[in-house]
């Protein structure tokens, strides 16, 4: 006979052999089936449960929305490009010319998917299909930025013209 202080006098299951840690209800007089099969069950009916939902809901969500009119890169950099004011005088010069940069490395990134934002110009001019006028219109952009030119007057117009030829021309090249 032994002696649990927590629950008082125990008598052995199964012999003197046995008697040192077995008493009723002793998880260990289990079978290990009884214990571990019910909750295999709950925890593959819950993980079955997800997956129809998931899928379910991914069914639905595409059904509905439809096939998508894809993005035209070179019609929103146009607009982006035709909207900006050309400056008049020494005032807004360079945001004009920082402005025209961003619109061409946008459209690169999205029509070419080159990282264009990190790329120094030259970068961005070998990773893309060439073009003398992006290539042109790159320098005056990176000039005016540098500090290297101070342009003035039709100068402004020949940078959209060019940036604005170029994403024309892009648009029927492979990507």
Not at 65 to 79: C, D, F, H, R
Not at 121 to 143: F, I, W, Y
Request: aromatic share 6%; glycine share 6%.
């Amino acid at each position: 006979m032994t002696f649990c202080a927590a629950a008082g006098p125990q008598e052995p299951q199964g012999g003197a052999a046995f008697a040192t840690l077995e008493w009723p209800g002793d998880v260990r007089d289990l079978p290990a089936a009884a214990t571990s099969t019910p909750y295999a069950i709950a925890a593959a009916a819950v993980l079955l449960l997800v997956v129809v939902a998931f899928v379910a809901r991914r069914r639905r969500s595409g059904a509905a929305a439809g096939p998508e009119a894809p993005v035209v890169p070179v019609a929103t950099a146009l607009a982006r490009l035709r909207a900006l004011v050309v400056p008049n005088g020494a005032d807004g010069v360079e945001a004009f010319y920082l402005a025209v940069k961003d619109v061409l490395r946008v459209h690169a990134h999205e029509r070419f998917g080159v990282r264009a934002f990190v790329a120094t110009s030259e970068e961005l001019c070998v990773r893309v299909p060439p073009h003398a006028d992006l290539d042109d219109s790159l320098r005056a952009c990176d000039a005016v930025l540098f500090g290297a030119a101070c342009p003035e007057g039709s100068a402004h117009r020949q940078v959209l013209a060019r940036a604005e030829a170029w994403l024309v021309a892009s648009a029927g090249v492979a990507a």
